[in-house]
């Protein structure tokens, strides 16, 4: 719901821009049978503001014209789209449109929407093999998780995708697949001229032309040859050697992994130990964005998997260039067995997920209001325009949206009693075809304050909050404004309510309100906990934290905030799975001792949003743990 009268918070979205659907959308194929080669394909859409046909624009003049309902336009329908309008005025084939009665559709374009011809998944795997990333056995889950991916045609694209391998150290050791045989060719990638020629199709394989059999040759001889390295990695040989695996997957386009295992630190330049400093918890070396700055030019992103070893690594520089480029950063501040088991689970995962490829996301609203993205993608073009490489489902990014000045000639007309958005992602698929997926939101406008609170999402507002201040502390503000920064925008929220309501006001939201906002009050990730408590790898901790909140859906954040107890007692799969074997989660707890005891809770599942902790406390139920699963 959009309000019109004073309040202090602007109407946010959180647009997750791949999310799986609870429901098939729709196709809409507008392609003509027996398209030619010089024919080009329009899909209808405003000539104005280039919205799509969607459910609620109006036909007029017998389905002549349209009025566009984002920026009210009347202007012609093309003539390859016209239909006659029938009483009621529905166009004769309504039932055979769903882009004119569904909300959320995907048309099917074609290369007029590329830039070039789609190409298929290509996944390019980095992993370091310094000795103590050796020693610490990650090459090995590496190579095991990969291995696995190749066997089970996993990867997103199945057998279709493309694949290389490289090792890393102080220089690159790349894997060719020569004959079907594991070749390694050792580069020192700084010494290459920026001109050089990159013989791509030498280190990239296509997985359908290697059998299964054939995968586990290759990893079988593959693993006894890395070996151990007497050379550390360094934030040059690492930027260096990310470059030219950028220029052999220039041509494809796709996802680059990159796995660092070893112990090496990269303090910030010029640092003196004090944590107090906002050097330590912010991207001081630019090296990992100048290189996602690269990739993006190619339509590559990264996806970066780190380390800790119980030490301070800069994970603030290493992950800046997966912040900037959309990928995903994962963190392991230990390399015990629990940790390693982690990485080879999470690397399966998220390069099996469903994902788009060569990418463009844009949003729309009513004229007269503004939109602010709390995003910082390369591709970020002003406020609605992005061009993120690859999406999956997880991403999701902030939309603030504002009243245009009151003098502005595109004021918001007051007299609109609805509040259109419309967002539209450009994607190809995992079967090289190029898709556009239209999501349509139609939202009522109230002068009434209590409505717009009674409409009011809690969890939506408290993430939309942390999100804001995460990403204004990514970008310039010192550690210890952030704090301040965020209690403001609280302060401000809680006096605009007291000002506009009554003492008898009740609204069901707002006790739940300062619950939420007592959590994030006490989050790790945003607060200046750590500052005077600078042990081991504390900050990388915060730092990934941080990353995450950058990136994930709102529901996400909100557990990270605030934590959900889940009552395990007497939980069975009859009644935690349903007939169509999804998961159905147990009560919630209160989150005190004394509520703990009073329930004679034996076995409780802390969700934290990132992960699921077991607590026994019961003595007599260790006897059941391995029931649980």
């Known amino acids: 719901m959009v309000c019109l009268c004073r309040w202090e918070f602007s109407l946010s979205l959180w647009a997750r821009r791949f ?138 694209g199945e057998r279709n995708a493309t694949f290389g391998i490289a090792f890393l150290d102080a220089q690159l050791h790349l894997l060719q697949i020569r004959n079907k045989q594991p070749l390694l060719v050792t580069l020192n990638a700084a010494s290459f001229p920026n001109n050089y020629k990159i013989p791509a199709e030498r280190f990239l394989t296509y997985l359908d032309s290697l059998q ?58 010029g640092a003196d130990g004090d944590p107090s400093k906002r050097s330590y918890f912010s991207a001081n070396d630019q090296c990992m964005a100048r290189v996602a700055a690269y990739m993006h030019q190619w339509l590559i992103s990264m996806d970066l998997y780190v380390f800790g070893h119980g030490k301070y690594k800069n994970l603030a520089s290493l992950a800046e260039g997966v912040r900037m480029g959309g990928g995903d950063s994962c963190y392991y501040p230990v390399a015990s067995q629990t940790e390693l088991h982690k ?22 609203c009513n004229t007269g209001w503004k939109k602010r993205v709390f995003s910082n993608y390369y591709g970020s073009v002003g406020n609605d325009l992005m061009r993120p490489e690859q999406v999956d489902e997880n991403y999701s990014v902030l939309f603030l949206f504002e009243e245009e000045d009151k003098t502005s000639e595109n004021k918001p007309k007051v ?57 204004d502390f990514l970008e310039s503000k010192p550690l210890p404004d952030m704090q301040i920064d965020l209690v403001n925008r609280m302060k401000k929220l809680f006096a605009g309510i007291s000002q506009n309501t009554s003492p008898d006001f009740q609204v069901e939201n707002l006790p739940y309100l300062t619950v939420a906002f007592l959590g994030v009050l006490k989050s790790d990730a945003l607060l200046a906990k750590y500052i005077n408590n600078f042990k081991g790898n504390s900050v990388d901790i915060v730092s990934q934290q941080r990353t995450i909140i950058n990136r994930v859906s709102y529901d996400v954040i909100f557990k990270m905030m605030n934590p959900t107890l889940l009552n395990l ?61």
């Open 415 to 471: 007299g609109k009693d609805t509040f259109y958005i419309q967002t539209s992602l450009l994607y190809t698929n995992s079967k090289r075809q190029r898709m556009i997926r239209v999501h349509n939101y139609c939202l009522p406008i109230s002068s009434r304050l209590k409505k717009v609170y009674e409409a009011m999402d809690y969890q939506a507002v408290t993430s939309a909050l942390v999100r804001q201040s995460a990403a």
């Open 569 to 629: 007692a007497g939980l069975g799969s009859e009644t935690c799975i349903t007939q169509d074997e999804q998961f159905v989660f147990p009560p919630s707890l209160r989150l005190n001792q004394e509520s703990l005891e009073a329930d004679h809770v034996p076995l409780a599942l802390l969700d934290d949003g990132l992960s699921l902790h077991l607590y026994i406390l019961e003595f007599s139920y260790q006897s059941r743990l391995g029931q649980v699963s």
């Open 19 to 156: 999310a799986q659907q609870t429901v098939e959308l729709p196709v809409v194929n507008l392609i003509p049978p027996k398209l030619k080669p010089t024919d080009r394909v329009d899909i209808p859409r405003c000539d104005f503001c280039r919205a799509y046909v969607n459910p609620f624009i109006e036909f007029l003049e017998g389905g002549k014209k349209f009025q566009c309902n984002i920026c009210d336009r009347v202007q012609l329908v093309p003539s390859t789209y016209f239909q006659p309008l029938e009483a009621g005025g529905l166009r004769r084939n309504f039932e055979s449109s769903p882009e004119l009665f569904s909300g959320s559709v995907e048309f099917l374009a074609n290369e007029d929407y590329a830039s070039r011809g789609p190409k298929e998944p290509t996944y390019f795997f980095v992993v370091e093999i310094s000795r103590s990333a050796t020693a610490a056995l990650v090459p090995a889950y590496a190579l095991a998780a990969i291995k696995e991916l190749l066997r089970s045609a996993r990867l997103n």
């Open 343 to 364: 990485f080879y689970n999470e690397l399966i995962f998220n390069c099996s997920k469903m994902m788009s490829w060569e990418s463009v996301f844009r949003i729309r």
């Open 212 to 269: 299964e059999a054939e995968i586990d040759a290759v990893f079988d001889k593959l693993s006894p040859a890395i070996g151990f390295s007497n050379s550390e990695l360094s934030l040059q040989s690492l930027e260096d050697s990310l470059r030219y695996v950028t220029e052999i997957v220039a041509g494809q386009g796709g996802k680059v992994s990159v796995i660092l295992g070893g112990e090496e630190s990269f303090p910030p330049k």
